[in-house]
């Protein structure tokens, strides 16, 4: 069975940081692009960090740009996020999911759809 927990929310000044880590259990992803995607209370689940099963590429939203910094330990089993210069709008529900297809080295999506397994979520709370 395939699980995926994510850890490290919780509530922070604006300013702060936080680490996610997604840990996954039930088969390797060494081979499998991942990401993390947020939903805030009343809004959309929403996509903010992607990367590859390499590591060698990634992506953000245009929102994380220069504070969330996405990596990978495949020896591990675990994808991180850390967030840095915290601001209120960043507070959210956050999600790990794993992709569906086994892509190549660069290969990563920002789209929910391409998505197959995901964590439970974490809620992180940002205060001003």
């Known amino acids: 069975q395939v699980q995926l927990v994510e850890s490290g929310g919780g509530l922070v000044q604006a300013g702060g940081s936080l680490r996610l880590s997604c840990a996954a259990s039930?088969?390797?992803?060494?081979?499998?692009?991942m990401g993390w995607f947020r939903q805030a209370p009343g809004k959309e689940r929403e996509f903010v960090a992607a990367?590859?099963?390499?590591?060698?590429?990634?992506d953000y939203a245009d929102s994380v740009k220069g504070r969330f910094t996405i990596y990978r330990d495949n020896a591990k089993n675990t994808l991180y996020l850390q967030m840095n210069s915290l601001k209120p709008e960043d507070t959210a529900v956050y999600y790990c999911?794993?992709?569906?297809?086994?892509?190549?080295?660069?290969?990563?999506?920002?789209?929910?759809?391409?998505?197959?397994?995901w964590g439970q979520g974490i809620q992180v709370t940002v205060s001003s």
């Open positions: 999911a794993v992709d569906k297809q086994t892509g190549g080295p660069s290969y990563y999506s920002s789209r929910a759809a391409a998505y197959e397994y």
């Open positions: 039930g088969r390797t992803f060494s081979r499998s692009a």
């Open positions: 990367i590859s099963w390499s590591g060698g590429s990634t």
